[in-house]
T-cell receptor, first 118, second 116 residues
Framework: EPEVTQTPSHQVTQMGQEVILRCVPISNHLYFYWYRQILGQKVEFLVSFYNNEISEKSEIFDDQFSVERPDGSNFTLKIRSTKLEDSAMYFC????????????????FGPGTRLTVL | AQKITQTQPGMFVQEKEAVTLDCTYDTSDPSYGLFWYKQPSSGEMIFLIYQGSYDQQNATEGRYSLNFQKARKSANLVISASQLGDSAMYFCAMREGKGSQGNLIFGKGTKLSVKP
Protein backbone atom coordinates (compact mmCIF):
# COMPACT_ATOMS: atom_id res chain seq x y z
CA GLU A 1 0.00 0.00 0.00
CA PRO A 2 1.46 3.38 -0.96
CA GLU A 3 2.43 5.63 1.92
CA VAL A 4 3.87 9.02 2.70
CA THR A 5 7.50 8.87 3.78
CA GLN A 6 9.52 11.43 5.71
CA THR A 7 13.21 11.88 6.40
CA PRO A 8 14.91 12.15 8.76
CA SER A 9 12.89 10.55 11.52
CA HIS A 10 14.70 12.66 14.09
CA GLN A 11 16.67 15.88 13.60
CA VAL A 12 18.65 17.63 16.30
CA THR A 13 19.90 21.11 15.56
CA GLN A 14 21.32 24.16 17.26
CA MET A 15 19.23 27.29 17.64
CA GLY A 16 19.71 29.59 14.67
CA GLN A 17 20.57 26.81 12.25
CA GLU A 18 18.64 26.03 9.09
CA VAL A 19 16.88 22.70 8.75
CA ILE A 20 15.19 21.02 5.82
CA LEU A 21 12.60 18.36 6.45
CA ARG A 22 11.85 16.06 3.57
CA CYS A 23 8.71 14.27 2.49
CA VAL A 24 7.77 12.01 -0.36
CA PRO A 25 3.98 12.16 -0.81
CA ILE A 26 1.96 9.33 -2.30
CA SER A 27 2.73 9.31 -6.01
CA ASN A 28 -0.68 10.17 -7.49
CA HIS A 29 -1.50 12.76 -4.86
CA LEU A 30 -1.54 16.40 -5.83
CA TYR A 31 -2.20 18.32 -2.61
CA PHE A 32 0.44 18.42 0.09
CA TYR A 33 0.47 19.68 3.65
CA TRP A 34 2.73 20.29 6.59
CA TYR A 35 1.47 20.09 10.15
CA ARG A 36 3.29 20.24 13.44
CA GLN A 37 2.63 18.84 16.88
CA ILE A 38 4.42 20.28 19.88
CA LEU A 39 4.94 17.55 22.47
CA GLY A 40 1.71 16.74 24.29
CA GLN A 41 -0.36 19.18 22.25
CA LYS A 42 -2.71 18.97 19.32
CA VAL A 43 -1.74 18.84 15.69
CA GLU A 44 -1.60 22.27 14.03
CA PHE A 45 -1.79 23.13 10.35
CA LEU A 46 1.16 24.98 8.84
CA VAL A 47 0.75 25.11 5.07
CA SER A 48 -0.85 23.48 2.07
CA PHE A 49 0.67 23.29 -1.40
CA TYR A 50 -0.86 22.63 -4.79
CA ASN A 51 0.27 23.09 -8.34
CA ASN A 52 3.70 24.31 -7.22
CA GLU A 53 2.46 27.08 -5.02
CA ILE A 54 1.21 27.65 -1.51
CA SER A 55 -2.54 27.24 -1.34
CA GLU A 56 -3.07 28.23 2.26
CA LYS A 57 -0.94 28.93 5.31
CA SER A 58 -1.54 29.47 9.00
CA GLU A 59 -0.24 32.29 11.17
CA ILE A 60 2.43 29.91 12.43
CA PHE A 61 3.93 29.76 8.94
CA ASP A 62 5.90 33.00 9.05
CA ASP A 63 8.88 34.19 7.01
CA GLN A 64 11.15 31.67 8.72
CA PHE A 65 9.34 28.85 6.95
CA SER A 66 9.29 27.95 3.29
CA VAL A 67 8.15 24.98 1.24
CA GLU A 68 9.31 23.64 -2.04
CA ARG A 69 8.74 20.79 -4.43
CA PRO A 70 12.22 20.60 -5.92
CA ASP A 71 11.46 17.63 -8.17
CA GLY A 72 8.59 15.32 -9.07
CA SER A 73 8.63 13.39 -5.83
CA ASN A 74 9.99 15.40 -2.90
CA PHE A 75 8.22 18.05 -0.86
CA THR A 76 10.33 19.97 1.62
CA LEU A 77 9.84 22.25 4.59
CA LYS A 78 12.68 24.62 5.39
CA ILE A 79 13.08 26.49 8.63
CA ARG A 80 15.62 29.23 8.06
CA SER A 81 16.75 30.04 11.58
CA THR A 82 15.42 27.59 14.11
CA LYS A 83 14.16 28.69 17.52
CA LEU A 84 13.69 26.63 20.65
CA GLU A 85 9.92 26.79 20.17
CA ASP A 86 10.24 25.10 16.77
CA SER A 87 10.92 21.84 18.59
CA ALA A 88 8.03 19.60 17.58
CA MET A 89 6.97 16.64 15.49
CA TYR A 90 6.46 17.74 11.88
CA PHE A 91 4.04 15.77 9.77
CA CYS A 92 3.73 15.80 6.03
CA UNK A 93 0.40 14.76 4.53
CA UNK A 94 -0.96 14.34 1.05
CA UNK A 95 -4.31 13.90 -0.59
CA UNK A 96 -5.58 12.84 -3.96
CA UNK A 97 -7.69 15.50 -5.67
CA UNK A 98 -10.66 13.72 -7.13
CA UNK A 99 -13.70 15.89 -6.59
CA UNK A 100 -13.54 19.41 -5.21
CA UNK A 101 -17.19 19.38 -4.18
CA UNK A 102 -17.14 16.32 -2.00
CA UNK A 103 -15.11 16.01 1.19
CA UNK A 104 -14.07 12.43 0.63
CA UNK A 105 -10.38 12.90 0.06
CA UNK A 106 -8.52 11.65 3.06
CA UNK A 107 -5.23 13.21 4.10
CA UNK A 108 -2.64 10.51 4.62
CA PHE A 109 0.09 11.38 7.04
CA GLY A 110 3.74 10.42 7.03
CA PRO A 111 5.44 9.03 10.15
CA GLY A 112 6.73 12.46 11.13
CA THR A 113 10.10 14.08 11.78
CA ARG A 114 10.86 14.88 15.38
CA LEU A 115 12.79 18.16 15.41
CA THR A 116 14.74 19.05 18.53
CA VAL A 117 16.25 22.53 18.73
CA LEU A 118 18.94 22.96 21.39
CA ALA B 1 -14.10 29.26 20.20
CA GLN B 2 -12.67 25.84 19.61
CA LYS B 3 -13.68 24.18 16.38
CA ILE B 4 -13.13 20.65 17.62
CA THR B 5 -13.67 19.66 21.23
CA GLN B 6 -12.64 16.37 22.74
CA THR B 7 -13.70 16.47 26.37
CA GLN B 8 -12.05 13.24 27.51
CA PRO B 9 -8.31 13.68 28.04
CA GLY B 10 -8.03 10.01 29.00
CA MET B 11 -10.20 6.92 28.84
CA PHE B 12 -9.82 3.36 30.11
CA VAL B 13 -11.55 0.34 28.64
CA GLN B 14 -11.38 -3.34 29.37
CA GLU B 15 -10.10 -5.54 26.59
CA LYS B 16 -12.90 -6.89 24.35
CA GLU B 17 -15.35 -4.19 25.46
CA ALA B 18 -16.62 -1.31 23.35
CA VAL B 19 -15.63 2.29 24.00
CA THR B 20 -16.93 5.64 22.75
CA LEU B 21 -14.64 8.62 22.29
CA ASP B 22 -16.44 11.93 22.17
CA CYS B 23 -16.00 14.70 19.64
CA THR B 24 -18.06 17.82 19.10
CA TYR B 25 -17.43 20.38 16.43
CA ASP B 26 -18.37 23.91 15.56
CA THR B 27 -18.86 25.17 12.03
CA SER B 28 -21.26 27.32 10.07
CA ASP B 29 -20.23 25.75 6.79
CA PRO B 30 -22.92 23.35 5.50
CA SER B 31 -20.26 21.24 3.81
CA TYR B 32 -17.58 19.68 5.94
CA GLY B 33 -15.83 16.42 6.67
CA LEU B 34 -14.97 14.76 9.94
CA PHE B 35 -12.03 12.43 10.50
CA TRP B 36 -10.58 10.30 13.23
CA TYR B 37 -6.89 9.52 13.47
CA LYS B 38 -5.00 7.20 15.80
CA GLN B 39 -1.57 8.12 17.10
CA PRO B 40 0.25 5.27 18.84
CA SER B 41 3.23 5.92 21.08
CA SER B 42 5.52 5.61 18.06
CA GLY B 43 4.09 8.91 16.86
CA GLU B 44 2.63 8.30 13.41
CA MET B 45 -0.87 9.48 12.51
CA ILE B 46 -3.07 6.69 11.21
CA PHE B 47 -6.33 7.48 9.43
CA LEU B 48 -9.26 5.51 10.84
CA ILE B 49 -12.57 6.77 9.51
CA TYR B 50 -14.28 9.61 7.67
CA GLN B 51 -17.80 11.10 7.78
CA GLY B 52 -19.08 13.69 5.34
CA SER B 53 -21.64 16.24 6.39
CA TYR B 54 -24.04 15.10 3.68
CA ASP B 55 -23.64 11.41 4.33
CA GLN B 56 -26.94 9.85 5.28
CA GLN B 57 -25.49 6.87 7.07
CA ASN B 58 -22.94 6.63 9.85
CA ALA B 59 -19.52 5.60 8.61
CA THR B 60 -18.10 2.22 9.57
CA GLU B 61 -14.65 0.72 9.04
CA GLY B 62 -14.16 -2.68 10.58
CA ARG B 63 -14.25 -2.29 14.37
CA TYR B 64 -14.56 1.50 14.05
CA SER B 65 -17.84 3.29 13.62
CA LEU B 66 -18.75 6.93 13.78
CA ASN B 67 -21.86 8.01 15.65
CA PHE B 68 -22.71 11.13 13.67
CA GLN B 69 -25.39 13.36 15.16
CA LYS B 70 -25.52 16.39 12.92
CA ALA B 71 -28.04 18.41 14.90
CA ARG B 72 -25.89 18.03 18.01
CA LYS B 73 -22.70 18.60 16.01
CA SER B 74 -21.13 15.49 17.42
CA ALA B 75 -19.06 12.78 15.74
CA ASN B 76 -18.20 10.20 18.35
CA LEU B 77 -15.89 7.31 17.54
CA VAL B 78 -17.00 3.88 18.68
CA ILE B 79 -14.41 1.13 18.90
CA SER B 80 -15.93 -2.30 19.33
CA ALA B 81 -14.15 -5.30 20.88
CA SER B 82 -11.17 -3.29 22.12
CA GLN B 83 -7.73 -4.78 21.72
CA LEU B 84 -4.52 -4.03 23.57
CA GLY B 85 -3.16 -2.54 20.36
CA ASP B 86 -5.90 0.09 20.45
CA SER B 87 -4.08 1.87 23.27
CA ALA B 88 -3.11 5.20 21.71
CA MET B 89 -4.06 8.86 21.34
CA TYR B 90 -7.12 9.45 19.21
CA PHE B 91 -7.69 12.72 17.42
CA CYS B 92 -10.88 14.03 15.91
CA ALA B 93 -10.41 16.47 13.03
CA MET B 94 -12.60 18.54 10.74
CA ARG B 95 -12.18 19.93 7.28
CA GLU B 96 -14.53 22.76 6.36
CA GLY B 97 -15.08 24.54 3.08
CA LYS B 98 -12.54 24.61 0.25
CA GLY B 99 -13.72 21.40 -1.32
CA SER B 100 -11.74 18.32 -0.50
CA GLN B 101 -8.37 20.01 -0.10
CA GLY B 102 -8.85 22.21 2.92
CA ASN B 103 -6.60 21.81 5.93
CA LEU B 104 -7.64 19.76 8.94
CA ILE B 105 -8.43 21.27 12.32
CA PHE B 106 -7.64 18.89 15.15
CA GLY B 107 -8.96 18.43 18.64
CA LYS B 108 -6.68 17.98 21.62
CA GLY B 109 -7.06 14.24 21.56
CA THR B 110 -8.12 11.46 23.91
CA LYS B 111 -5.65 8.99 25.32
CA LEU B 112 -7.19 5.53 25.30
CA SER B 113 -5.75 2.81 27.50
CA VAL B 114 -6.97 -0.75 27.03
CA LYS B 115 -6.64 -2.93 30.12
CA PRO B 116 -6.07 -6.69 29.82
Amino acid sequence: EPEVTQTPSHQVTQMGQEVILRCVPISNHLYFYWYRQILGQKVEFLVSFYNNEISEKSEIFDDQFSVERPDGSNFTLKIRSTKLEDSAMYFCASTEVRDSLIHTDTQYFGPGTRLTVL
Amino acid sequence: AQKITQTQPGMFVQEKEAVTLDCTYDTSDPSYGLFWYKQPSSGEMIFLIYQGSYDQQNATEGRYSLNFQKARKSANLVISASQLGDSAMYFCAMREGKGSQGNLIFGKGTKLSVKP
